[in-house]
């Protein structure tokens, strides 16, 4: 099996933030079987092709970018591994900055890239990877209650990580890179 490593850039929350979101995944984690990563927006993945490439792209980002706010919406169970249980965050008409504001580090980390995949932003934050089935995933987001406060995200990180996400070893395989506080 050929093993390609991949760069993915993270929005990640401040201290507060990160240990109330850790909170819901530990108890999610009392209904599922799964693991967790340090809670994070995917921004965008790329291969990783060189790291001294990969810290000057999370930089640039980092210092084009203020932090930001989001507003949980709801907690979800999808299908796939990598979204088994999510937090969505509102699209209402006051958070159409917020949305803006990702889009604009997505398409910009995607125009640095050499190679890019086929990376589509979908903003959401991951409490939990399970392989339990679809209906149990399902009953413990029933059972969450998304925090009510908006949430700051102050960092940008790059970790590494297998091509496929598809189990807790894939998981347990992602190495941080660096990360960059935004101003």
């Known amino acids: 099996m050929d093993i390609k490593q991949v760069v993915s850039y993270w929005l990640m929350p401040d201290q507060q933030t990160a240990a109330a979101l850790k909170q819901i995944s530990d108890c999610a984690q009392q209904q599922l079987n799964g693991c967790w990563l340090p809670p994070h927006i995917t921004l965008y993945s790329d291969h990783l092709d060189s790291f001294d490439l990969t810290i000057e792209h999370l930089i640039a980002a980092a210092k084009q970018h203020q932090p930001l706010q989001l507003q949980?919406?709801?907690?979800?169970?999808?299908?796939?591994?990598?979204?088994?249980?999510?937090?969505?965050?509102?699209?209402?008409?006051?958070?159409?900055?917020?949305?803006?504001?990702?889009?604009?580090?997505?398409?910009?980390?995607?125009?640095?890239?050499?190679?890019?995949?086929?990376?589509?932003?979908?903003?959401?934050?991951?409490?939990?990877?399970?392989?339990?089935?679809?209906?149990?995933?399902?009953?413990?987001?029933?059972?969450?209650?998304?925090?009510?406060?908006?949430?700051?995200?102050?960092?940008?990180?790059?970790?590494?990580?297998?091509?496929?996400?598809?189990?807790?070893?894939?998981?347990?395989?992602?190495?941080?890179?660096?990360s960059q506080k935004l101003d």
Not at 75 to 103: D, H, P, Y
């Open 72 to 178: 949980p919406q709801a907690i979800e169970a999808g299908a796939a591994f990598t979204q088994s249980l999510m937090l969505r965050f509102s699209v209402e008409q006051s958070e159409k900055a917020a949305q803006a504001a990702l889009q604009a580090w997505s398409q910009n980390l995607c125009h640095r890239s050499a190679n890019a995949l086929s990376y589509q932003l979908d903003p959401h934050l991951s409490l939990l990877y399970s392989n339990d089935p679809l209906p149990t995933r399902q009953a413990c987001a029933a059972s969450l209650t998304p925090p009510s406060n908006s949430l700051r995200f102050d960092r940008i990180g790059a970790v590494s990580h297998p091509l496929r996400i598809e189990t807790a070893d894939d998981i347990a395989a992602f190495t941080p890179l660096a």
